[in-house]
C-alpha cells in the first residue's frame, strides 16, 4: 500500500499561501475556507484558530485525496483517502495515522476489512484476495497474520495458528466434502546442494497429515482469546452478509 501525499505541509509556518474564507477576531482562518498551499496542494473545509479542524477535503498536487474529519490539522476521525496508486481507505484516523476500523481497497482489487493500529493492520481483520476468491479471517499483529485465523478457499478451509503470515503449528484442513484433515505445519531444512554451505540450507514449511476425521467444532489455540474469537465469528458474518 502506498502512503505518498499523506503528509501534507503545514500552511501556518513561513510563506501562508492562498486563502479565501472566514477568519477570526484574531485574524486566524476560522470556519469555512479555502486555501492554496506553497507546495502546490488545496485544501476546502473548516478551520478552528488557524488549523484544519472539522471537516474538508485536501487535494495533494501528485492527485492523492483526502475526504473526512481533521483536528489540529491531522486527519482525525472519519475519512477516505484516494492514493495515487488507485488504493483507497476508508474508516477511523487518529492523528493523521490509520488506527480504528477501517477497509483498504488495492490497486489488485484486494480487500482488508478490519482494525488497524499506526497505519498497520491489527487486531481482527478479513482480506480477501480478488484473483482467487480465497479470504483470510482472523488475527493481525504489525500488518500480517497473526494468531489464530482460517483461510477459506473455494471447497477447502485451514484453521490454525499463523505466524508472519504462515501458518504455524497444529490445525487442520476442513474439506466440502465433509470430512477433516488434522495436523501440524513444521519447518523443515531443505538443501540447496550448490554454494556455500550457510546459503545451501534453507527452512521450508511443511504439512504433516496426522489423522482424518468428521467434522468437528473448531476452536482457536494459543494466542487467541474469548473476546478475539467472537470478534472473528462476527467479522465472518458481516463478509457473509
Given amino acids: 500500500m ?3 501525499g499523506s503528509v501534507d505541509l503545514d500552511d501556518e509556518q513561513g510563506y501562508l499561501g492562498e486563502y479565501e474564507g472566514e477568519r ?4 486566524e482562518r476560522h470556519g469555512f475556507g479555502r486555501a492554496v ?3 502546490g496542494d488545496t485544501y476546502q473545509g473548516l478551520y ?8 474538508g477535503t485536501y ?3 501528485n492527485g492523492a485525496r483526502y475526504i473526512g474529519e481533521y483536528y489540529q490539522n491531522l486527519k482525525h476521525g472519519h475519512g477516505i483517502f484516494y492514493y495515487p496508486d488507485g488504493s483507497k481507505y476508508e474508516g477511523s484516523w487518529v492523528e493523521d495515522l490509520r488506527q480504528g476500523h477501517g477497509v483498504y481497497s488495492y490497486p489488485n482489487g484486494d480487500t482488508y476489512d478490519g482494525e488497524w493500529l499506526r497505519h498497520q493492520r491489527q487486531g481482527q481483520g478479513v482480506y480477501v484476495y480478488k484473483a482467487t476468491g480465497s479470504q483470510y479471517c482472523g488475527s ?5 497474520m497473526q494468531g489464530a485465523g482460517e483461510i477459506i478457499h473455494l471447497n477447502h478451509r485451514f484453521q490454525g495458528n499463523f505466524h508472519s503470515n504462515y501458518p504455524s503449528g497444529p490445525g487442520k484442513y476442513v474439506f466440502d466434502i465433509g470430512c477433516e484433515q488434522h495436523g501440524e505445519y513444521m519447518q523443515v531444512e531443505q538443501d540447496r546442494g550448490d554454494g556455500d554451505e550457510e546459503e545451501s540450507v534453507s527452512m521450508q514449511l511443511k504439512w504433516k497429515p496426522k489423522s482424518v476425521s468428521g467434522l468437528t467444532l473448531w476452536s482457536p489455540v494459543k494466542e487467541s482469546t474469548e473476546g478475539q474469537v467472537e470478534k472473528l465469528k ?3 458474518t458481516q463478509k457473509v452478509n
Avoid at 478552528?48 to 471537516?55: H, I, L, P, S, V
Wanted: glycine residues 18%; positive net charge.
Fill in 2 to 4: 502506498s502512503d505518498a
Fill in 24 to 27: 477570526n477576531e484574531a485574524g
Fill in 37 to 39: 498551499l506553497p507546495n
Fill in 48 to 55: 478552528e484558530n488557524g488549523k484544519r479542524c472539522g471537516q
Fill in 59 to 61: 487535494r495533494f498536487k
Fill in 140 to 144: 493481525w499483529a504489525g500488518g500480517k
Fill in 234 to 236: 462476527e467479522l465472518k
